[in-house]
Every structure is written in structure tokens, then in C-alpha cells.
């Protein structure tokens, strides 16, 4: 599988071979991230690079939605939302309360569609927050990963109106609306 995700373990755009959301408890104060996503690989038995997204959200309640062959697991924590723009909340401590998404795409990525796929997939849970009233555009920790085969034919758009894209939006805004309590 190809990959770009905004994770700070396996982030960027590589190659990768897994995706793991790890559930952590509320107050996670690791630091050694890359050795956690090691431990927890080995536990599962996955060999090879990968991507790790953390969260105090329960994994066990991911909202899985399927639109047009994307498919999006989603773990919604969003007891502590953030605006992206607010100068007031960036002198504020970091207060857990993550919104992972993993999002499987059924063709493959040009590099700046594999990028516009994230900024879809960001715009449609900040969607999903606004509608849902919840006053943020998600938290402070929030972490997408977009995964594709690695031996497919690529699209080259990924935004909103392109076929593919319009998929990764619906599925994703779905997911988080369900995720935060409610259903579309």
C-alpha cells in the first residue's frame, strides 16, 4: 500500500504495509512514539514500515462508512475541540481529545492528490463538527492517513468534486457525524 498521512509516526507519502489506531489512555504523556508504534506492531505481528495514529478515543467504537469504494474508519474524541485559527486556545495546555481517520481509497495517487485527499478528508470533519455544533474545526491532535495500492492506476484530483475525492468527503463527513453522536 501507498500512504500520506499526517501521523508523526509514518507520516509524509511511503510506501507502507499497515495502519494501526493505537488507543492510549486520557493524559498519554509518551514521547518515545516511534518505540510505542514498534511495541504495538510487534504485538500484532506486523513486520515493515507502517503508519501509527494515537488516541484516548475508544477504538473500539471507529465508525466504519463505505462511499463509492472509499472506506473510513474513524475514532472520534472530540471532548476537546479546537479552532485552527484561535491565538487565544495556542497558549492553552494540549487536553486530549483526538479524531483519527484512516481512509482506503480504490485507486492509486499522484502525489498532489494523495495531498488534496487529506485536505478533503480535513475540510469534510470540520463539516461534520459544524453541523454536529461542536465549536472547533477538530482538536489539537487530530491525524488522517490515506492509504492506496501501490500498483494502481492514479488519479490525479482528490478534491471535493473529483469522483474520487467526493467519495473520501462523504465518507469521511459521515463517519465523524456518526462518531460525535449522531447520525446523517
Not at 474520487?164 to 449522531?182: D, E, F, H, L
Amino acid at each position: 500500500m501507498m500512504a500520506v498521512s499526517t501521523s508523526a509516526v509514518g507520516g509524509g507519502i511511503r510506501e507502507i504495509g499497515w495502519v494501526v489506531n493505537i488507543g492510549v489512555v486520557s493524559g498519554y504523556s509518551r514521547t518515545d512514539l516511534d518505540d510505542h508504534a514498534a511495541e504495538v506492531a510487534a504485538e500484532c505481528d506486523l513486520v515493515g514500515s507502517g503508519v501509527a495514529l494515537f488516541t484516548a478515543a475508544d477504538v473500539s467504537q471507529a465508525c466504519r462508512v463505505e462511499h463509492g469504494g472509499v472506506v473510513v474508519d474513524a475514532t472520534v474524541g472530540a471532548s476537546h475541540p479546537t479552532w485552527a485559527a484561535d491565538p487565544a486556545e495556542a497558549a492553552q495546555a494540549w487536553v486530549p481529545g483526538t479524531i483519527n481517520a484512516v481512509v482506503q481509497v480504490p485507486v492509486g495517487l499522484e502525489p498532489g492528490a494523495a495531498v488534496n485527499a487529506v485536505a478533503t478528508a480535513t475540510e469534510a470533519k470540520a463539516q461534520a463538527l459544524g453541523e454536529r455544533g461542536i465549536p472547533g474545526t477538530g482538536t489539537a491532535s487530530d491525524a488522517i492517513a490515506v492509504v492506496w495500492p501501490a500498483r494502481a492506476i492514479t488519479e490525479r484530483f482528490a478534491g471535493p468534486r473529483s469522483t474520487v475525492g467526493a467519495s473520501i468527503a462523504q465518507a469521511v463527513y459521515q463517519a465523524v457525524w456518526k462518531g460525535a453522536g449522531g447520525s446523517p
